[in-house]
């Protein structure tokens, strides 16, 4: 019993004495130092607008390197370790096509399409139906041109004359594909 007894003091009640020492040793050097940068999900831009217009301009490259790309536009399931990009290099590779939709802002958005069904094998370099491609899906902040006729609710449009009004929506986007059991 005397062992039991011990046994519980160290495993209780030590690790909760070294806790609070640390704490101590916290409070005596004092809090952490603020963080140097501001953290992005806190900061809140003074105009908004210039971010989404740098987000837009982001994308648009984005598309016009795609349109551009002198790569053929492989659609094989395999791996390219000799290309630097990462959709060639995973064991769920992907391509990428234009998503085009006229009603929003930007109207092009680059969206991920696996090139397997199943994974790479590492060790094989084929592929292994065990295993599947998924899309990883992201959501972007994207515009929606609504029209809104005057005096009617909602912003189907008719053939009464449209006031063009744009609205933040989130869309949900394919960025890449990877494996799953």
């Not at 990009?85 to 990428?96: E, M």
């Not at 491609?133 to 005096?151: D, H």
Request: contains cysteine.
């Amino acid at each position: 019993q005397l062992l039991l007894c011990i046994f519980t003091f160290a495993m209780v009640l030590v690790p909760e004495a070294k806790d609070q020492s640390k704490a101590a040793k916290g409070r005596r050097r004092g809090l952490a130092r603020p963080p140097t940068a501001t953290p992005a999900l806190a900061w809140a831009p003074d105009d908004p607008y210039t971010t989404m217009a740098d987000y837009e301009h982001s994308i648009q490259d984005m598309v016009r390197q795609l349109r551009n790309s002198s790569e053929p536009g492989d659609t094989k399931c395999q791996v390219n370790l000799r290309l630097w990009r990462s959709n060639r290099r995973s064991l769920s590779p992907w391509a990428y096509s234009i998503n085009h939709d006229a009603t929003r802002i930007p109207a092009d958005i680059p969206e991920a399409r696996c090139l397997c069904t199943g994974c790479i094998n590492p060790f094989t370099m084929q592929e292994d139906r065990t295993m599947a491609s998924i899309p990883i899906y992201s959501r972007l902040p994207v515009r929606r041109l609504l029209c809104q006729v005057p005096g009617e609710v909602g912003h189907k449009p008719s053939g009464k004359k449209c006031h063009k009004k744009y609205q933040m929506v989130m869309e949900t986007i394919a960025v890449g594909c990877t494996c799953i059991f």
